[in-house]
Structure formats: structure tokens, C-alpha cells
């Protein structure tokens, strides 16, 4: 008798647990996406326009500049994975070659500071997008920059020879790894 009541006690506890669970997923509040989180790309988009309290039209605006940038990044994003599989095939040679190494270590390089500069470019643009009352709120935006979009942000794949998929602080199979 002792075993029943045993097994009873825990099916109707664990019954208990499984309603506490239901009703903490159906009854919590709706959060906006934590940026960096899963979402895509419309989280940068979203605390952007939060933070700078943007009207309609100004998001009109924003909104395409978001293309514009996402289409330039991709494009960046695709010669960067193309110079590395070059960089890296130089290692199938016996011997590598060292000048044509050189050459895509620096194409590599340039390739990073376009994305850099296009990064910053497009926080340029959203600053000038900004109304006189909005300067400020750009201001105390541009103090987080690094820690809200400091890793790397990569638009939606478009073909099968992208970037690989994942977290963006891992290191691709085709990149070396972070520090």
C-alpha cells in the first residue's frame, strides 16, 4: 500500500510542477528580443528606433539605410569568406606561397576595415537622421555601441556558400579563432 501511495504523491506532484510551468510560460509579460539575441535582424533595428524614439517618417528613412547597409555587409561578408578560403588553400601548396600570402593577408585587412568604416558611416547616417531633440539620445546611443552591436552582425544568408551559421561569437570554420 505504502508503494502506491508513494507513486501516487509523485504523479500528482509532478501533474502540479507541469500546471506551474504551462501557466509561468502563458502568464509571463511580453519582453522586447535582448539585442545579440535570437530574433535576427530587426533587434539592432528595434533598439535603434526605441532609443532614438524615431516618428514614422524617420523610420521610413531608417529602414533603408538598413537595407542599403545590409546589402553592402553582405557583399563584404562574402569577399571576406572567399579571401580566406584563398588564404587558407595557399597551405594545400608545398611550399605555400608566401608573396600571394602576403597579398590576401592584406586584402583581408582592407576587407576589415571597409566593414569598419561602413559600420561607422552608417551610424553617421542615422545620427544626421536625428532631429535636434534626438542628439542627445544619439549621444548616450553611441556610448554603448560597442557592448549593444560590438559583435559582428551578419545579414540574413542568402546563398549556400555564405557565412556559416551560428553564434556571433564563434568563430566560423573558414575564420581563425578569437583571442
Do not use: W
Not at 502568464?27 to 535603434?48: C, Q, S
Not at 540574413?156 to 575564420?175: F, I, K, M, Q
Amino acid at each position: 500500500m505504502e508503494r502506491t501511495k508513494l507513486l501516487t504523491i509523485a504523479v500528482i506532484g509532478l501533474f502540479l510542477l507541469n500546471l506551474i510551468t504551462i501557466g509561468f510560460l502563458l502568464l509571463k509579460p511580453n519582453r522586447p528580443p535582448h539585442p545579440g539575441g535570437p530574433g535576427g535582424a530587426e533587434e539592432p533595428a528595434t533598439v535603434i528606433i526605441g532609443r532614438l524614439r524615431f516618428d514614422a517618417g524617420q523610420q521610413k528613412v531608417y529602414r533603408g539605410l538598413i537595407t542599403n547597409h545590409q546589402e553592402q555587409t553582405r557583399a563584404l561578408n562574402e569577399e571576406m569568406v572567399q579571401l580566406y578560403r584563398d588564404y587558407y588553400g595557399l597551405l594545400a601548396m608545398s611550399p605555400p606561397d608566401s608573396a600571394r600570402a602576403n597579398t590576401l593577408s592584406q586584402q583581408i585587412a582592407n576587407n576589415q576595415r571597409a566593414q569598419a568604416q561602413l559600420n561607422f558611416t552608417h551610424f553617421k547616417q542615422i545620427k544626421a537622421l536625428c532631429r535636434p531633440d534626438q542628439q542627445g539620445d544619439f549621444t548616450e546611443l553611441a556610448k554603448d555601441l560597442a557592448r549593444l552591436f560590438g559583435r559582428q552582425q551578419r545579414p540574413p544568408r542568402r546563398s549556400p556558400d555564405g557565412p556559416p551559421e551560428g553564434r556571433p561569437d564563434e568563430s566560423p570554420e573558414n575564420l581563425p579563432p578569437h583571442p
